[in-house]
Nanobody, 121 residues
Framework: QVQLVESGGGLVQPGGSLRLSCAAS????????MAWYGQAPGKQRELGAAITSGGSTNYADSVKGRFTISRDNAKNTVFLQMHSLKPEDTAIYYC???????????????WGQGTQVTVSS
């Protein structure tokens, strides 16, 4: 299995920046992609950005040009650098790790506990 621990959330003013971190441990070798999802109050969890083991990235249209996902393979950590934050970016941000072959329990994905990002003046 894989354990994910997020950090870096907080309160920031509109136009500000934050960097989220997600540290992965456990069966890291099984992961082929990691991602950040945001869940705003009363809404479904939505993909914000993803990165493959090869370094390919994709972003939701709403964050393109403002957010950057990156990874430090040596530290088994994925980052989400967020710039030009807007009030509508307010959400709980969850780290996600995916594997192409199910683990012994049948899981293909793992989630962190989430970190709150609030954009408000």
């Amino acid at each position: 299995q894989v354990q994910l621990v997020e950090s870096g959330g907080g309160l920031v003013q509109p136009g500000g920046s934050l960097r989220l971190s997600c540290a992965a441990s456990g069966s890291i070798f099984s992961i082929n992609a990691m991602a950040w999802y945001g869940q705003a109050p009363g809404k479904q969890r939505e993909l914000g950005a993803a990165i493959t083991s090869g370094g390919s990235t994709n972003y939701a249209d709403s964050v393109k040009g403002r957010f950057t996902i990156s990874r430090d393979n040596a530290k088994n950590t994925v980052f989400l650098q967020m710039h030009s934050l807007k009030p509508e970016d307010t959400a709980i941000y969850y780290c996600n790790a995916r594997r192409p072959i199910a683990d012994p329990t049948g899981r293909y994905a793992y989630w962190g506990q989430g970190t709150q990002v609030t954009v408000s003046s």
